[in-house]
């Protein structure tokens, strides 16, 4: 199992959540946001909070399946050195896809799936309020994202059922007060601020992906 940097996971997760996940989830939460309008500022917040609590669960459900399917891997030197540099190539794959924003970004966030889950939405919206906002966090944590599968990349390596979901709780974590807090800090930061995060976290992403690599090189000989 690799030694997980929680720090650098930590600095992704905020930096990517005040730049990436707020326009990337921010549709869906503000249609979820904006049903609770004729509610009180308490029930809005426990609305919203419950909504991000279920995004959260489905990102550490994920994390942990992700990181039991990265321990069959290590049972050899040879295959965890293997492991470290396809992981460490997959996260550079991410981290340019994620910079330049083309092609390379839209096979990785599949359209299709991201339709697929809507329509789930669009049927869950008959749902009591509680309850929708419960289903509508859940399938908002199925989202493709290339962010997310950063994260979920970093679960594989993790080789751990439980430190895979730790990654996955910590990210979802961190995203929490960008996603609570959505129409607030989307009008307060400046485009250039915004910009200037998230390409801080994309040269991290890449730069982690390019030391995975190389420890699965080095471990290889």
């Given at each position: 199992?690799?030694?997980?940097?929680?720090?650098?996971?930590?600095?992704?997760?905020?930096?990517?959540?005040?730049?990436?996940?707020?326009?990337?989830c921010?549709?869906?939460?503000?249609?979820?946001?904006?049903s609770?309008?004729?509610?009180?500022?308490?029930?809005?917040?426990?609305?919203?909070?419950i909504y991000?609590?279920?995004?959260?669960?489905?990102?550490?459900?994920?994390?942990?399946?992700?990181?039991?399917?990265?321990?069959?891997?290590?049972?050899s030197?040879?295959?965890?050195?293997?492991?470290?540099?396809?992981?460490g190539?997959?996260?550079?794959?991410?981290?340019?896809?994620?910079?330049?924003?083309?092609?390379?970004?839209?096979?990785?966030?599949?359209q299709?799936?991201?339709?697929?889950?809507s329509?789930?939405?669009s049927?869950?919206?008959?749902l009591?309020?509680?309850?929708?906002?419960?289903?509508f966090?859940?399938?908002?944590?199925?989202?493709?994202?290339?962010v997310?599968?950063?994260?979920?990349?970093?679960?594989?390596?993790?080789?751990?059922?439980?430190?895979?979901?730790?990654?996955?709780?910590?990210?979802?974590?961190?995203?929490?007060?960008?996603?609570?807090?959505?129409?607030?800090?989307?009008?307060?930061?400046?485009?250039?601020?915004?910009?200037?995060?998230?390409?801080?976290?994309?040269?991290?992403?890449?730069?982690?992906?390019?030391?995975?690599?190389?420890?699965?090189?080095?471990?290889?000989?």
């Amino acid at each position: 199992m690799i030694e997980i940097n929680f720090l650098s996971i930590i600095g992704v997760a905020l930096l990517s959540g005040f730049s990436h996940c707020i326009g990337m989830c921010g549709g869906f939460a503000s249609l979820c946001y904006a049903s609770t309008a004729d509610t009180s500022r308490t029930k809005s917040f426990f609305l919203a909070f419950i909504y991000n609590l279920s995004r959260i669960f489905s990102y550490v459900i994920l994390g942990a399946i992700f990181g039991a399917f990265g321990g069959i891997f290590v049972l050899s030197g040879a295959n965890r050195s293997l492991l470290y540099f396809c992981i460490g190539i997959l996260l550079v794959f991410i981290g340019v896809a994620l910079f330049f924003r083309g092609e390379m970004l839209k096979f990785l966030e599949n359209q299709r799936l991201s339709k697929h889950i809507s329509n789930l939405m669009s049927k869950a919206n008959s749902l009591p309020r509680s309850k929708k906002f419960i289903v509508f966090g859940l399938l908002n944590g199925l989202l493709p994202c290339g962010v997310v599968y950063y994260f979920l990349a970093q679960s594989i390596a993790s080789a751990s059922s439980l430190v895979g979901a730790s990654i996955m709780l910590v990210f979802g974590l961190c995203t929490l007060p960008a996603m609570m807090g959505l129409n607030l800090f989307y009008n307060v930061l400046g485009v250039k601020f915004k910009q200037i995060m998230f390409h801080l976290c994309v040269i991290v992403i890449i730069a982690n992906g390019l030391y995975l690599a190389y420890l699965g090189y080095m471990a290889n000989g």
